[in-house]
């Protein structure tokens, strides 16, 4: 399966986006999909990951507060909601998918770009 992330771009602080992570190439709703980040010079962080159904989802720490992940299996996709964001969010956000059983993360996305700046 193939994934591709979209939605980023330039907000204010305080302002909100809509990432979206699409999967082609099969049907993603057999997947644990999650969302990454990564800041310049700085390691790949998690945010949040959700199950094949999306009946369970599990963040990172305090971003549950500001971020929402979901997912919609009939349109292939996997969203991520972001919300009061701050300059400190900038990053490339990506996504990446599992099997129910593996231990790992298998198939990454190219990332989408999310710059928050005044």
């Known amino acids: 399966v193939q994934l591709q992330a979209s939605g980023g771009g330039m907000v204010q602080p305080g302002g909100s986006l809509k990432l979206s992570c699409v999967a082609s190439g099969g049907t993603l709703n057999t997947y644990v999909v999650a969302w990454f980040r990564q800041a310049p010079g700085k390691e790949r962080e998690f945010i949040a990951t959700i199950s094949s159904t999306g009946s369970h989802t599990d963040y990172q720490g305090a971003m549950k507060d500001r971020f929402t992940i979901s997912r919609d299996n009939g349109r292939n996709t996997v969203y991520l909601h972001l919300n009061n964001l701050e300059p400190e969010d900038t990053a490339v956000y990506l996504c990446?998918?599992?099997?129910?059983?593996?231990?790992?993360?298998?198939?990454w996305g190219l990332g989408t770009l999310v710059t928050v700046s005044s």
């Open positions: 990446a998918a599992k099997g129910k059983m593996a231990l790992k993360y298998d198939y």
